[in-house]
């Protein structure tokens, strides 16, 4: 019998392409199916499961000699959901105090707003749901992914918004999306984990590839204060260097791979290096 989350997964099954090969995908009963090299993703407790771990291809292309680390560990956290609940639990309490979280809040509504309303919206990685009810009332369909179980299925259990939600676990280096099938992919709180300029770009590129309108996201800024500071203590304390992206490279990255990048405001200025940057694809705007 289909339970009501499946029913949902309709909605989106010409949407999806296989996370391996980009083939269209097939809903079966209990799992997901590749049309093109034959793969079976498991739905389980109506979360199709369809993480790809690893570092990404860029282009679908291997990389070769990188080096330094890459973010499999960071993979592997939270696969868990007692790890996921304590992790969510801790986040909250870290988070929701903030002035800068209200400000981080207000800036994501904004910036949803001038890009008016989006019949379907990705959110990855969603981390256990912290954004949701900040996306909710941009979209008529809220599709939730991270690489981690434990965090999808934390937020499956916690979610309190109206707007159907779908969840699934999926690596936002391969999304399971066709090209410009998805209004929009919003990444919030992911790229300063990734160690290399590689990943870096790679979750950039894949994102623009599945967003039909629209891609906003977080990065930690060369160019911020915070990193200004950082860099100028580093011989003294020798802290690690904190993972950047400078606006430049992604206004690049964006118009590389067909869209402008319209904006990026400051979290908050002083106190936070983050930004977010809006790219809209070309011929998308509003
Ligand atoms: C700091 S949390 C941010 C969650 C949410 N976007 C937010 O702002 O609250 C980062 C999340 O990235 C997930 N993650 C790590 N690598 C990933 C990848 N390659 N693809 C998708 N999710 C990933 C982790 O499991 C974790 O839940
Ligand atoms: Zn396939």
Request: proline content about 6%; overall charge positive.
């Amino acid at each position: 019998m289909t339970n009501p989350a499946d029913n949902t997964l309709t909605r989106i099954e010409n949407l999806l392409a296989c996370p391996s090969c980009l083939k269209p995908l097939n809903l079966g009963d209990g799992y997901i199916s590749c049309s093109g090299c034959g793969a079976r993703y498991p739905i389980q407790n109506g979360i199709p499961l369809m993480a790809r771990m690893g570092i990404p291809d860029v282009g679908r292309q291997v990389f070769s000699g990188v080096d330094g680390n890459t973010s499999d560990p960071y993979q592997q956290q939270y696969q868990d959901l007692r790890e996921a609940a304590q992790y969510n639990a801790e986040y909250k309490q870290k988070f929701f105090k903030r002035m800068s979280t209200r400000r981080e809040f207000h800036i994501l509504r904004r910036l949803l707003a001038g890009q008016g309303h989006t019949q379907v919206v990705l959110d990855v990685p969603s981390g256990g749901g912290r954004l949701s009810m900040q996306i909710a009332p941009f979209t008529d369909l809220l599709i939730e992914a991270d690489i981690a179980r434990g965090q999808v299925e934390y937020g499956k259990n916690n979610s309190r918004i109206s707007v159907p939600q779908i969840w699934m676990t999926a690596s936002a280096f391969c999304l399971p999306f066709h090209d410009n099938s998805i209004d929009a992919a919003i990444c919030c709180r992911l790229c300063h984990h990734l160690p290399t300029k590689h990943e870096r770009d790679a979750l950039i590129i894949e994102l623009l590839r599945v967003s039909k309108k629209f891609v906003l996201m977080t990065f930690f800024d060369y160019h911020s204060v915070k990193n200004y500071l950082r860099r100028i203590r580093q011989p003294f304390d020798h802290q690690l260097p904190k993972m950047t992206m400078k606006r430049q490279e992604i206004k690049d990255l964006a118009a590389q791979h067909g869209a402008t990048l319209i904006d990026a405001p400051y979290l908050a200025p002083f106190s936070s290096g983050h930004r977010y940057a809006l790219m809209v694809k070309s011929g998308a705007r509003v």
